[in-house]
């Protein structure tokens, strides 16, 4: 079965300090994989995708990065954050696009911008 | 750009009670519409996929309805019990891309 890992649950950083949350996958291969930002009160938003290795599409202009080095993993950098970058990020993955497209997430991680 | 709404914000109902929950959204050229539970501080579980072909879809004790030419969808669910207790999100899907609500946060009062 397959299953979604993100790491650190929970972090504390200060404003202006680097970032690097960690996303992977198990039990599929090629997966399309996503990162979404969801502010208290407030819907997911999607930041990031990718339909393959090296292959990042953005949805929101702003001071995050996104990268996959490998099949199954994703991850999402800052060089300086923003108070405004504090949220619950949730990484999530499908099979494929279009009609069949359930997204499977992970638990995602708590980050406190202060 | 496709604007999903959830209505209401708040709902608070005893256990045996049923639940309606409202979703609606401004293009109708979407591929499905998803429903998720929230779980406080968890990531999203999917309940229920709707194809833009389908008026519904049934689990167990929820139903998800679609109305694609009027925007709207609902989603019941029955018999509340204390353990229904979360945020229902609505998503909406364009190709891969999937645009949420704000979401409904249920209280089933046991």
């Known amino acids: 079965s397959q299953t979604i890992h993100q790491w650190p649950a929970t972090l504390v950083q200060p404003v202006g300090s680097p970032l690097s949350l960690e996303c992977t996958v198990e039990?599929?291969?090629?997966?399309?994989l996503y990162w979404y930002r969801q502010a208290a009160g407030r819907g997911l938003q999607l930041l990031f995708y990718?339909?393959?290795?090296?292959?990042i599409s953005s949805e929101v202009p702003q001071n995050l990065s996104a990268s996959r080095p490998q099949d199954r993993q994703f991850i999402l950098s800052s060089k300086k954050l923003l108070l405004s970058d504090s949220g619950f990020y949730l990484c999530?993955?499908?099979?494929?696009?279009?009609?069949?497209?359930?997204?499977?997430f992970g638990p995602g991680t708590r980050l406190t911008v202060l | 750009k496709q604007e999903v709404t959830q209505i209401p914000a708040a709902l608070s109902v005893p256990e045996g009670e049923n639940l309606v929950l409202n979703c609606s959204f401004t293009?109708?050229?979407?591929?499905?519409l998803q429903w998720f539970r929230q779980d406080p501080g968890k990531g999203l579980t999917s309940l229920l996929l709707?194809?833009?072909?389908?008026r519904e879809q049934t689990s167990g004790r929820l139903n998800a309805s679609l109305d694609k030419s009027s925007g709207r969808s609902t989603l019941y669910i029955a018999a509340s019990q204390p353990g229904d207790s979360a945020t229902y999100l609505c998503?909406?899907?364009?190709?891969?891309?999937?645009?949420f609500g704000a979401g409904t946060t249920v209280t089933v009062r046991a």
């Open positions: 709707i194809q833009s072909s389908q």
């Open positions: 990718s339909v393959g290795i090296g292959q």
């Open positions: 998503a909406v899907s364009d190709d891969y891309k999937l645009s």
């Open positions: 039990g599929t291969s090629n997966p399309n």
């Open positions: 293009d109708s050229a979407i591929y499905n």
């Open positions: 999530a993955w499908s099979v494929e696009r279009g009609v069949t497209d359930t997204q499977y």
